[in-house]
């Protein structure tokens, strides 16, 4: 077994890294395809993993190829694509079953003047919940897909909001709001400007909540905020065990503050 997924290794690297830089995007994307369909019909976790390596591999150096940002990667149906409004940042996500549970892998592609810089968003360990409070590198990312990308102007800079949202935990399925920035040539996840009570800052916002429940989570534009549903536990009994926090049918937001993001609470949807 272990010669056949160093064989397999060796193979998807060179098939990979070989012709990145030197194929179309329409053939980058084909290979790419190729790739995905391995990763959804193998069973061996091993051999997934390899063969996930090979797609962040080869991705990362076909998203440094030009015009990436306006190429749609129609036929890559196992992403998610999102762009920034300002065409400076695109992240792409996905996601595949390992070890009983969800595996995500992501990447994070940024035009400068200098150029395409590409991050991969790789998982130290299994998916995580992070917490509300620390920055977090790309090499320790936690798990998710993103569903929104929003620039903001922060007093550090041009950063970007990120919605997402992943099931790292069994019966739980968790959302977030976090911060994309960049500095040094790296990119980091989390920055204190959500403020949660009077100057105390929060670096993300993580809903975690029963996995047979969906939760409102999204970014108003023409209110600058970002609304989502009030959660509680069912009873008293089960402060703190998210298996039992659902919606209360009432609704808060994060609302644009020069700088910050400050908290609403029970906010009227769409008013």
């Avoid at 549970?101 to 995580?128: D, E, M, N």
């Avoid at 798990?143 to 950063?159: E, N, Q, T």
């Avoid at 929060?202 to 959660?231: G, P």
């Amino acid at each position: 077994m272990k010669k056949k997924l160093f064989i397999v290794a060796i193979f998807l690297s060179l098939s990979t890294s070989l012709f990145a830089k030197q194929i179309s995007l329409a053939e980058g994307e084909e290979k790419l395809n190729a790739l995905f369909q391995k990763l959804k019909k193998e069973e061996s976790d091993s051999i997934k993993s390899c063969v996930n390596d090979s797609i962040c591999q080869f991705f990362s150096s076909l998203l440094q190829k030009k015009n990436t940002f306006e190429y749609p990667f129609q036929e890559l149906k196992y992403i998610g694509k999102r762009i920034a409004k300002d065409r400076k940042v695109a992240i792409y996500t996905w996601s595949y079953p390992e070890n009983g549970g969800a595996k995500y892998s992501g990447i994070v592609q940024q035009k400068t003047p200098k150029g395409v810089r590409v991050f991969p968003l790789k998982q130290a360990t299994k998916a995580y919940a992070p917490k509300e409070i620390g920055t977090i590198s790309t090499q320790n990312w936690y798990g998710a897909l993103y569903f929104d990308i929003v620039p903001f102007r922060s007093k550090h800079g041009k950063v970007y909001m990120l919605l997402g949202i992943a099931q790292n935990k069994q019966f739980l399925t968790m959302k977030v709001i976090d911060v994309l920035w960049f500095e040094e040539e790296k990119a980091f996840l989390g920055m204190p400007i959500f403020e949660f009570w009077k100057k105390d800052f929060l670096h993300r916002i993580v809903f975690e909540y029963n996995e047979d429940i969906s939760i409102t989570l999204l970014y108003e534009k023409e209110n600058k905020r970002f609304v989502f549903d009030h959660l509680e536990p069912v009873n008293s009994g089960f402060v703190g065990d998210y298996r039992y926090y659902v919606p209360n049918s009432t609704y808060d937001a994060y609302k644009k503050n020069v700088w910050k993001w400050a908290l609403q609470e029970d906010v009227i949807v769409g008013e």
